[in-house]
Structure formats: structure tokens, C-alpha cells
């Protein structure tokens, strides 16, 4: 069991497109605020993508990401989270551009190449703002995202050796337990290991509490006392799939990168109203949260003061 449980806040990710919410957070102005209030909220660990301002699509741009990570940082003491996913479509070299310029504590690093199915949600919406919403769902059934093993030492060789970050990692499916395990065999990763164990991607594991359970007792037999747990579902399965990790010792993550929904049929006016709510589940389950200065010492970070933001 955990002293405390770690939140981590995903708050606009690259799944999501403007025509679903209101609320999504695009411009740098926007990620800025939401993050903050987030973090005020109870996120120890804020997960961070970027959107081109203009139409709201997921961009890898450097300075994009410069506009908003500077003003965070200033204005809260949470973990800064770079994605090196990115988004569909970016090259690795595209990905790693915005985290190898910030030189953050962490960067999520998905754990191997598979397909990422978005396209189901084009039953749900039909009109869009802009052109490349549609394109952008109905281009993830002929997609791979792609992390290969040599991509993913080259991640943990620039990154994790050059910049001393260290990384959240996206495991997707049972594979990715064996694969994370792979890397620590070889020396290339070294404990405490942030496993973040997700469900309900479309090529991924199913949101199933059975799911969880493996995912948890693969995770003890491969990584034994070197982990912290963490769970993020996707949709309608995130707060009962976090709830469920919580009580089983685990950190969660929440954030409308994940889900828009604060509740059935109910949109999330915010990343932090998401936080807010766990947090109060959390606490009424007689658990704390953990602190930003909790959260760096477990994982073993080096600091906010050594990033290049």
C-alpha cells in the first residue's frame, strides 16, 4: 500500500478534438490556467501535451510548448509531465523535441507500437469545427503508433542518460509490463518504476476489473517492491477503474485527456473539477493525497529547479 496516493492530471492530451468540448483546453493560455488549477486542486503530477492555438490539433512545436511550461512551473509546485507520444502521425525525432529542449523531471514513455483506435467515436460526433477532426478519427483505423524497441532505448538513452528524466510509464497491455521488465533487465531503466497501467484504448486491455487485477499481480511478480502503481481509464471507466486502484494501493490519473465526462451524460467544465472529484473520493476512503514533494521523492526525481524552463 502507498503512504499517499499520487494524482497525476492529463489535461488536454491528443485524443480528444475541440468540436467534443467547450472545456478542452487548446491554447497555451488555456493549458496554463487548467493545469494550475488542476495542481490546486490535488494533482501532484501534471501530464502535458500541446495544441496548435489556431485549430486546436496536436502539435509537437517546441515553442508551442515553451508558452505554457514556463508559466506552470511558476505558478505551482507540481511535477511538470512532457508526453513523448505526441501524437498521430509525429515522427520520434517530432516527439522528443519539446521534452530534449525542457529537460523535465518526467516524460510518458508508452512501453510499444500498437493500434490506437479512435475512430469508434465518430458514431457519437458528426459535425466538426475544423477539417482535421474527422480526418484525424477516421485515420486511426489504418494506424500504428509506433514505439519500437530501439525507439524506446533511444528515448531512455536521450532522455533518461542525457537529461536525467525519468518517465511515467505507459503500459497499455501485458506485453508492456514484459517490456519495461526487458529494459530493467538490461540496466537501461532502474527503480522506483512510475507503471502506469491503462484500460480501455481500443488496442489495448479492456476497462475490466478482472484486467486489473492481472495487470497488478504481473506487475508484483515482474517488479516486486520497485514500483508505484497507477491506473488511468479511458471514457465512462475512469473514475470507477481509478476508485477500484485506489482502494488497491495504486496512484491514479484523471484529466480530460483521458475523459470529458465528470459524470453520466455530464461534461467536465475542468481538468481540476476531475481532480477535485478523486480527490474527494481519495479522502473519503480515509487515504491521503500526496504532495508534489511526496511524489518527487517516491519516484526519485531530480527537481524542478534542474529543468531548462
Known amino acids: ?26 491554447t497555451p493560455d488555456e493549458i496554463t490556467a487548467d493545469a494550475v488549477a488542476a495542481a490546486e486542486a490535488g494533482a501532484s503530477i501534471l501530464h502535458l501535451h500541446a495544441r496548435n492555438p489556431e485549430d486546436g490539433s496536436p502539435t509537437p512545436d517546441p515553442d508551442v510548448f515553451m508558452e505554457f511550461l514556463p508559466r506552470i512551473k511558476q505558478q505551482t509546485d507540481a511535477v511538470v509531465n512532457i508526453t513523448t507520444g505526441g501524437g498521430h502521425g509525429m515522427t520520434l525525432a517530432e516527439r522528443l523535441a519539446a521534452p530534449l529542449r525542457a529537460s523535465p523531471e518526467m516524460c510518458s514513455l508508452n512501453m510499444g507500437s500498437m493500434n490506437f483506435g479512435l475512430y469508434p467515436m465518430l458514431d457519437k460526433y458528426k459535425d466538426f469545427k475544423y477539417d482535421w477532426e474527422d480526418k484525424h478519427l477516421i485515420n486511426s483505423r489504418d494506424f500504428i503508433f509506433k514505439n519500437t524497441f530501439l525507439d524506446i532505448e533511444n528515448v531512455l538513452k536521450e532522455l533518461g542518460e542525457g537529461h536525467g528524466t525519468r518517465f511515467e510509464f505507459e503500459c497499455y497491455d501485458v ?135
Open 1 to 26: 500500500m502507498s503512504e499517499s496516493v499520487i494524482i497525476t492530471c492529463a489535461v488536454t492530451g491528443s485524443i480528444h478534438t475541440p468540436s467534443m468540448s467547450p472545456h478542452l483546453p487548446l
Open 175 to 309: 506485453g508492456h509490463l514484459y517490456t519495461l521488465a526487458h529494459f530493467a533487465e538490461r540496466g537501461l531503466v532502474k527503480p522506483p518504476f512510475f507503471v502506469q497501467t491503462i484500460f480501455g484504448i481500443l488496442g489495448g486491455i479492456g476497462a475490466d476489473h478482472e484486467n486489473m487485477m492481472h495487470m497488478r499481480r504481473i506487475a508484483d511478480s515482474l517488479f516486486g517492491d520497485d514500483y508505484e502503481w497507477s491506473i488511468l481509464a479511458a471514457g465512462r471507466h475512469q473514475m470507477s477503474m481509478c476508485t477500484m486502484g485506489a482502494i488497491l494501493g495504486g496512484n491514479v490519473r484523471v484529466g480530460l485527456e483521458d475523459s470529458l465526462y465528470i459524470g453520466k451524460g455530464k461534461l467536465a467544465t475542468s481538468n481540476a473539477e476531475q481532480v477535485a472529484k478523486i480527490r474527494r473520493i481519495i479522502e473519503d476512503l480515509s487515504l491521503d493525497v500526496a504532495t508534489p514533494e511526496e511524489a518527487r521523492k517516491r519516484l526519485g526525481l531530480k527537481g524542478g529547479d534542474q529543468t531548462t524552463f
